[in-house]
């Protein structure tokens, strides 16, 4: 399972961008799918997130101004994010719980089966300038 994430860049205060992390691989299923930040010696923190009920979550942060939705059918989210503030500097990351279909080779034979996995996306920078 992997998670490709697309969309950051350069943007003045106020402006806007839009994220994208598309799922692929061998899913069954996506219990929940987001995206934290980190910035240079601080811990990695919530962004935002959607279950796969559609119940969100929001760092107060960003309330108002940050909006998560999904395409189920495409397995990805999208992260629009307006009103930036030079605060909301920082390398984002994708995550996402699935519940990822397996096949191994074992001595006694092919065994196959789901498993849980947390998987993350490599990062993409974002940076508001002043």
């Known amino acids: 399972v992997q998670l490709q994430a697309s969309g950051g860049g350069l943007v003045q205060a106020g402006g806007s961008l839009r994220l994208t992390c598309a799922a692929s691989?061998?899913?069954?299923?996506?219990?929940?799918q987001g995206w934290y930040r980190q910035t240079p010696g601080k811990q990695r923190e919530l962004v935002a997130r959607?279950?796969?009920?559609?119940?969100?979550n929001y760092a107060d942060s960003v309330k108002g101004r940050f909006t998560i939705s999904r395409d189920n059918a495409a397995n990805t989210v999208y992260l629009q994010m307006n009103s930036l503030k030079p605060e909301d500097t920082a390398v984002y990351y994708c995550?996402?719980?699935?519940?990822?279909?397996?096949?191994?080779?074992?001595?006694?034979?092919?065994?196959?089966?789901?498993?849980?996995?947390?998987?993350w996306g490599q990062g993409t920078q974002v940076t508001v300038s002043s």
């Open positions: 995550n996402a719980h699935v519940v990822a279909d397996y096949y191994t080779e074992q001595p006694w034979g092919p065994e196959v089966g789901r498993r849980p996995l947390e998987v």
């Open positions: 691989g061998s899913i069954f299923s996506i219990n929940h």
């Open positions: 959607i279950s796969s009920d559609g119940n969100l």
